[in-house]
């Protein structure tokens, strides 16, 4: 079965330093995978997404994220924190439904970042 | 930019009531979500449409939750009646109707329902 661990339910940064919220995955297919992302009172917004090509993803604002087949993770990074970054993050794995025909989401818990002035 | 839309962006019921949601995706969507959200956790699927059809309401509390889309376009979720447990964001999100590796969700700004 499909599912999504992050590893961490909050993280906390200083503005300018580099951020990373850690995702591992299990998937019985070569899974299709994103981040998303969820501003206090907004909807998700996607940030990246991997789907079989390249396995270094970029993403907006400044976001990207790396598939690693032999670890089963696909961690978010961003070089350099903005006060603005601070949100709920998702990681997210496509289950296809039988046949591989379109699937649906399974979201991790999330990952709220906090950015300290 | 086209939106999902949905309304109300509030709602506050006792229990025992009735609560209906309404989503309009972004047009030309074939692929219509309803996701329940619980404070502190991921959103998950409660029922996906393709067109007018159900494709899966697995995760749908069937004794008390319906949805509906009618003509294909906009939706409408209902519970009735309403539980305290029932209290969350409910997120409805719409897709192109491609192949899985292309299936990007786009979200609306949700419903908050608290029930007292």
């Known amino acids: 079965a499909q599912s999504v661990t992050q590893l961490d339910s909050h993280v906390s940064v200083s503005e300018g330093t580099p951020v990373l919220l850690r995702c591992n995955y299990s998937?019985?297919?070569?899974?299709?995978l994103f981040w998303y992302v969820q501003h206090p009172n907004k909807g998700l917004q996607l940030l990246l997404k991997?789907?079989?090509?390249?396995?270094l993803v970029k993403g907006i604002n400044g976001f990207e994220a790396e598939f690693k087949k032999s670890e089963t993770s696909f961690h978010l990074t961003k070089p350099s924190a903005h006060m603005s970054d601070a949100a709920e993050y998702f990681c997210?794995?496509?289950?296809?439904?039988?046949?591989?025909?379109?699937?649906?989401?399974?979201f991790g818990k999330g990952t709220k970042l906090s950015v300290k002035p | 930019e086209a939106e999902v839309a949905q309304s109300p962006r509030y709602k506050i019921t006792e229990k025992s009531q009735a609560v209906a949601f309404w989503c309009d995706p972004i047009?030309?969507?074939?692929?219509l979500y309803w996701y329940r959200q619980i404070l502190g956790q991921g959103p998950e699927l409660l029922v996906q449409?393709?067109?007018?059809?159900?494709?899966?309401d697995s995760q749908l509390p069937k004794d008390r939750f319906s949805a509906e889309r009618l003509k294909g376009v906009d939706s409408t979720l209902k519970i009735q009646p309403a539980e305290l447990g029932d209290s969350a964001m409910y997120l409805c999100?719409?897709?192109?109707?491609?192949?899985?590796?292309?299936?990007?969700?786009?979200f609306g700004a949700g419903t908050r329902l608290s029930v007292l």
């Open positions: 047009s030309g969507h074939a692929t």
């Open positions: 998937s019985s297919y070569s899974p299709s």
């Open positions: 999100a719409s897709s192109l109707d491609f192949p899985v590796a292309k299936n990007i969700q786009y």
């Open positions: 449409f393709q067109d007018e059809s159900v494709v899966d």
């Open positions: 991997y789907t079989s090509a390249a396995t």
């Open positions: 997210v794995v496509n289950v296809m439904n039988y046949g591989g025909s379109q699937g649906n989401l399974i």
